[in-house]
């Protein structure tokens, strides 16, 4: 569930002072705007936007170039748009954003709450590949149950022929029911299985599948077939779609994405209820603007039961190629950038009891270029060297990033604002993560803007003791969790709750379907 994150609303607010400022001729063009005398008779060009620069006359490079909204009266030959998508304010120089300098005066009211909100949905994703990793591995048996009240398992794919239902790879296929089993020992947990993944929509194969299917109403059928079958059978109470993004071309989306996406949650919405299973449905969003503008969210908001936001990853080693922002470290989680995403979702209405705050049990990681410039800001080289479990340069789960502090000689330093820790070690490594402290922040954050519960990405990068999840799960007030012996039990699958035989008020034939959920 990886989100490649760009503060457009922070890009396009250092474009608009560029734009009005920044000098051009015909050798040397405007990166935002048209090159234009802004309506006065002179040889000084600067850049900008609308009528008096982009004008007959007034323009003499970029001059194609349009605003993305209308601040009002340039028409469709210099603004993309009339408006901004989600309620966003358009300011004066044709840009879309939620600051003062879009927005005036105007604010958008935010829900309070003094209340414990956020510890009503504890959703944690399982990566099915979890058992793959060098070290540190968790198999569903040995997850911490108690505090999680629900587990997605991540991923399903689905066949970008066929449209039905088909394991991400080889292995993952086996776990499914070890997962649902999980049940018996935890009285009202509910398991969904996650469809989709930022990988599902790289290029490849199933590069476009989820724009093809949201279009098209009869490979929607073999879907649903598909899908209903595959939860029942397997225990599955509900289905989480992770589409990584709609519209966005270069994710495999298309323009028709924005209008076929709430009428497929609709279709597939109708068919659940239709099949006599009481299964669940849930959304990822992102947090940027620039991808949640692509999400009806108004239109999608009633037909889900709750909505996955995903507020990590909002930095990485991808922004050295962001020309706003560059290769410097930034935590790849912070509640200053977190309640702007929040915004887009208040401009819109959205009841904040639907959303689930994202949580990372890991870290985004740097090499740092200069072993004396070692705080948020300063710049990097590249990723840091990669953890003994994870393998991968730029990301160390919780459990490795602990690893590290308990060796000794790390730094550790707490940005109360950001609600992150900072860790150096080895003079030039960097991570952000969140412990005890920083998940406490994050709670008190949740609480007080009223939200349902928070998503975990992932289970498994958790240690076997729960650290994390424990860490948690006091912020919230409630008792830790408690990993359960299975080693001798006998688990009965069916699309109801899992109970131990001895339990069973009737017989259940293992591996078909029993009965209705809720039942």
């Known amino acids: 569930m990886k989100v490649w994150f760009s503060i457009v609303v922070g890009a396009i607010l250092a474009s608009t002072a560029l734009a009005q400022t920044t000098t051009c001729s015909q050798t040397n063009p405007c990166k935002v705007g048209c090159c234009g005398n802004g309506g006065i008779s002179t040889n000084a060009f600067i850049c900008g936007t609308g009528p008096t620069f982009c004008g007959p006359g007034n323009c003499t490079t970029n001059c194609d170039y349009k605003a993305e909204c209308d601040p009002g009266g340039w028409g469709s030959t210099y603004a993309e748009a009339t408006t901004c998508p989600l309620n966003v304010c358009c300011s004066p120089f044709g840009f879309c954003g939620t600051t003062a300098e879009f927005c005036g005066g105007h604010t958008v009211p935010e829900p309070h709450c003094t209340g414990n909100s956020i510890a009503g949905r504890i959703v944690g994703y399982y990566e099915g590949w979890s058992t793959t990793k060098s070290c540190q591995t968790m198999t569903p048996d ?129 068919a659940m209820n239709q099949s006599g299973y009481k299964f669940g449905l849930s959304i990822t969003l992102p947090s940027s603007y620039w991808y949640m503008r692509n999400f009806d969210i108004v239109a999608i908001d009633p037909i889900v039961d709750f909505l996955n936001i995903m507020t990590y990853d909002l930095h990485g080693t991808w922004d050295g190629t962001d020309p706003f922002i560059g290769a410097v470290a930034l935590a790849h989680t912070n509640l200053t950038e977190i309640q702007e995403s929040l915004d887009l979702l208040w401009r819109n209405n959205i009841n904040p009891s639907k959303v689930n705050l994202g949580i990372g049990f890991y870290g985004r990681s740097f090499t740092m270029s200069n072993p004396n410039c070692l705080s948020a800001g300063c710049p990097f080289s590249g990723g840091a060297n990669p953890g003994p479990c994870t393998q991968s340069s730029g990301i160390l789960s919780a459990e490795e990033i602990r690893d590290i502090v308990a060796a000794g000689g790390a730094t550790q330093t707490l940005d109360p604002v950001a609600g992150v820790e900072i860790i150096t070690w080895d003079s030039n490594q960097w991570v952000s993560y969140d412990d005890e402290t920083t998940l406490g922040l994050k709670v008190d954050f949740g609480n007080k803007f009223c939200l349902g519960g928070m998503l975990i990405w992932a289970v498994d990068l958790d240690d076997l003791n729960g650290t994390s999840i424990n860490a948690l799960a006091s912020a919230m007030g409630k008792p830790p969790s408690t990993v359960y012996d299975f080693k001798n039990f006998k688990f009965h699958y069916g699309a109801e709750r899992i109970l131990p035989p001895s339990s069973k008020k009737r017989s259940v034939i293992p591996g078909r379907f029993a009965g209705r959920i809720g039942a």
Do not use: C
């Open 142 to 270: 040995q997850i911490p149950l108690g505090v999680y009240t629900h587990l997605n398992f991540a991923f399903a794919s689905i066949d970008p022929n066929t449209f039905r239902i088909v394991d991400e790879d080889a292995t993952s296929g086996k776990f499914y029911t070890q997962l649902t089993a999980l049940k018996v020992k935890s009285p009202g947990l509910q398991v969904w299985i996650s469809v989709g993944g930022w990988s599902f929509n790289d290029p490849g194969p199933t590069f476009n599948t989820f724009s093809t299917l949201a279009g098209n109403v009869f490979a929607q059928a073999e879907f649903f077939a598909s899908l209903i079958s595959f939860m029942a059978t397997n225990g599955f109470d509900g289905v989480d779609l992770d589409w990584e993004y709609p519209v966005a071309p270069e994710r495999g989306g298309s323009p028709a994405d924005l209008a076929n996406y709430p009428s497929f949650l609709r279709n597939l919405r109708n």
